[in-house]
């Protein structure tokens, strides 16, 4: 392989790690502030595609303002899914959460059939995303590009809210201790829903890179990102952010860079992944950059 194919399928692979990488976050965000891993994530990550691809096509609003409210609407959906779903439960064992959100992933999925159809649909892609840019002998995909772009914007974004705000200095504290937070007079029931809504924004902005990569969505399109974020997020510390986004680029580095430089094992690519997943719980039970139960601050 030559070295401007190897750039090629290296810009690839660390924009889809940004977009494993921004999903992982969300889960990480979630379970870091109320230990819950929120498996109906994927299925929000596919809410939001629908949101704005509707948003676009039934009110005909421009591309960027559908992205925007289709945001916006998402954070809303993973505000109500914590209202009707987790919130009820906060008093009872952790595993009735869990299989709640196990439940709702599985209400999403059907929904979305119900209303939306089993059909896929085309996602709008604005021209200057399906351009090529040619950069002396290495071509890449102008989407792949703007992924990067955005998504470190977005990571820029969420450090600022997490370290610079009220409201992130009060998830950070109540991912220590809940009764701390009480007594400190923080809102915990607010801190949790803005939880959620920041963890499926972020869902809601991977949504739109991954759309913009693969432009069909479909009700079970969340599934796929939602697992690798998923494995992202376990790999790299479920509950640590830095370790969901380096879980995230080692993801994307196996997905697309395995199969380019050896594609004679390019069927195996699904099964090194759990591989990995493996070596790094044998290892590293906490992930990479996990720490042990109340280090967490």
Not at 270 to 295: D, H, R, T
């Amino acid at each position: 392989m030559g070295l401007s194919l190897f750039l090629q399928h290296l810009v690839n692979a660390i924009s889809l790690g940004f977009v494993f990488g921004l999903v992982a976050v969300g889960y990480a965000l979630v379970y870091g502030v109320v230990k819950l891993v929120n498996f109906a994530h994927g299925d929000v990550f596919m809410m939001s595609a629908y949101f704005m691809f509707y948003t676009s096509l039934i009110f005909g609003a421009p591309w960027l303002s559908a992205v925007l409210l289709g945001i916006v609407l998402t954070a809303l959906l993973g505000v109500g899914i914590e209202k009707v779903a987790y919130k009820p439960l906060r008093k009872y064992p952790r595993i009735n959460s869990l299989v709640s959100s196990i439940g709702m992933s599985f209400l999403l999925q059907n929904f979305a059939v119900v209303v939306f159809g089993g059909i896929q649909r085309s996602f709008p892609v604005p021209e200057p995303m399906k351009k090529t840019l040619i950069i002396g002998d290495v071509r890449v995909q102008a989407v792949s590009i703007y992924t990067i772009i955005f998504s470190i914007a977005t990571v820029i974004v969420l450090g600022l809210i997490l370290q610079k705000t009220k409201i992130g200095l009060a998830m950070r504290i109540l991912s220590r201790d809940f009764d701390t937070a009480r007594l400190m007079g923080i809102n915990v029931n607010r801190t949790i829903s803005f939880t959620f809504a920041l963890g499926s924004a972020l869902a809601a902005v991977s949504a739109v890179f991954w759309a913009l990569r693969y432009p069909q969505i479909f009700p079970f399109m969340g599934q796929y990102p939602g697992s690798r974020a998923f494995i992202a997020a376990v790999v790299g510390g479920i509950g640590s952010l830095k370790g969901a986004l380096l879980g995230g680029f080692l993801l994307g580095v196996l997905t697309v860079l395995l199969p380019a430089m050896f594609p004679e094992y390019s069927g195996y690519r699904e099964a090194l992944i759990f591989v990995l997943l493996v070596i790094v719980l044998i290892f590293k039970p906490n992930g990479l950059f996990g720490q042990e139960a109340g280090e967490k601050a």
